[in-house]
């Protein structure tokens, strides 16, 4: 479904992303790891149009798609989960989910795909009016990925899902990723966590320096000598 080639990043004189190449295929879940720095949320903010890059090739499908707008993005079908959630704080739970789905313009399916995800995530329902800045952390995770699935993603790119929530909490993470999955969610999925990547994803890829240092089934990461040297640096 997504087909990343020969990508080259910088900001200004500075290379981020170096040449890199790898794809998700529909339906799945690919991992992409790596330490702080290493060039993750780059990748995920180049294939959402936030950064362009100095070359490569962005494939959706049949569509090129390096040098799209955010908004074209969307449109296409990849959203971007944030990291950190990056929520309207001072906005109810119920207006940061609307405007998930600013691209869209079908009101009556768009209230229908606001119930599901409240079917999907129950904890907000008691929640829709107050102000998203004032739940937990779990839960603002929640409204992150519910927002981006109002936008009706085809590809949905997760930056750090785990990151700041409770071990408790990021089970429950991990459940959510995987029945989003089940229901023929292609996912990709940015991580520092080897053992959530290892728990839900079938590929890894690792990125180090800005550069695939390891690719290989997700299962065993945690054992691998190979991910070791690539991703501890030993």
Not at 24 to 47: C, D, F, H, Q, Y
Not at 136 to 161: F, H, N, W
Request: proline fraction near 5%; aromatic fraction near 4%.
């Amino acid at each position: 479904m997504l087909v990343i080639q020969h990508l080259k990043v910088s900001y200004g004189l500075t290379q981020v992303l170096r040449d890199v190449s790898f794809d998700v295929p529909e339906g799945r879940i690919v991992a992409l790891l790596g330490g702080n720095g290493s060039g993750k949320t780059t990748m995920l903010n180049t294939l959402t149009g936030l950064v362009r890059p100095v070359s490569g090739s962005i494939r959706f499908g049949e569509k090129e798609c390096a040098g799209l707008t955010a908004y074209d993005f969307v449109r296409t079908g990849i959203v971007q989960v944030p990291q950190g959630r990056e929520v309207w704080p001072s906005l109810s739970v119920d207006d940061n989910l609307e405007l998930g789905a600013a691209t869209r313009s079908d009101r009556a399916q768009i209230r229908a795909d606001l119930e599901e995800v409240y079917a999907l995530f129950p904890r907000l329902t008691a929640k829709k009016r107050r102000p998203a800045g004032a739940l937990s952390g779990g839960e603002q995770q929640m409204v992150a990925i519910g927002r981006a699935l109002m936008a009706r993603p085809k590809c949905l790119l997760m930056d750090e899902p785990s990151a700041g929530l409770a071990p408790s909490v990021v089970g429950d993470m991990v459940d959510t990723i995987l029945a989003l999955n089940a229901r023929g969610l292609t996912i990709l999925l940015v991580e520092q966590n080897i053992g959530v990547a290892a728990a839900v994803a079938e590929f890894a890829h690792i990125l180090q320096n800005g550069e695939i240092a390891f690719s290989g089934p997700a299962a065993g990461l945690v054992d691998n000598p190979a991910v070791l040297r690539s991703y501890l640096g030993r």
